[in-house]
């Protein structure tokens, strides 16, 4: 997946729950959990956004980091939601924030791992041309 499909990915996200927000009744509990979830899935799309912006491979780890929290925390109150009974624990909304956590702690990791080799070897050849 390339990162225009990931980022149209991230924004069909955002807008599917704010479809499913709009779904709920309104009482105190969904108030409170629909404000957060508001807040935290329709972040991913923007910081992913920023992230292709980056200036450095390190601001782009840091960048995604925060996508992904942002994710965990969209998943977190999703999973609220399915065990207070006012979304089923299999909503779509759920497998596709689930899926989105895992690639974008894939592409974390891959790109921590890209630093440290690309650090390693220019230390390796600091040291050879010393």
Do not use: W
């Not at 899926?99 to 990791?109: P, T, W």
């Amino acid at each position: 997946m390339n990162s225009k499909e990931l980022e149209i990915r991230l924004i069909d996200f955002s807008i599917q729950v704010v479809h499913l927000i709009k779904s709920l009744p309104e009482d105190r509990i969904t108030n409170h959990l629909t404000g957060q979830l508001l807040r935290s899935s329709t972040s991913p799309a923007l910081n992913y956004g920023e992230a292709q912006g980056s200036e450095s491979k390190r601001d782009f780890v840091h960048k995604l980091g925060i996508v992904l929290k942002e994710l965990r925390e969209s998943l977190n109150c999703l999973k609220i939601l399915a065990g207070t009974n006012y979304i089923k624990p299999e909503h779509l909304a759920i497998k596709e924030c689930n899926e989105l956590v895992s690639i974008f702690v894939k592409s974390v990791d891959t790109t921590k791992r890209k630093i440290e080799e690309e650090t390693r070897l220019r230390q390796m050849n600091k040291n050879a041309s010393l």
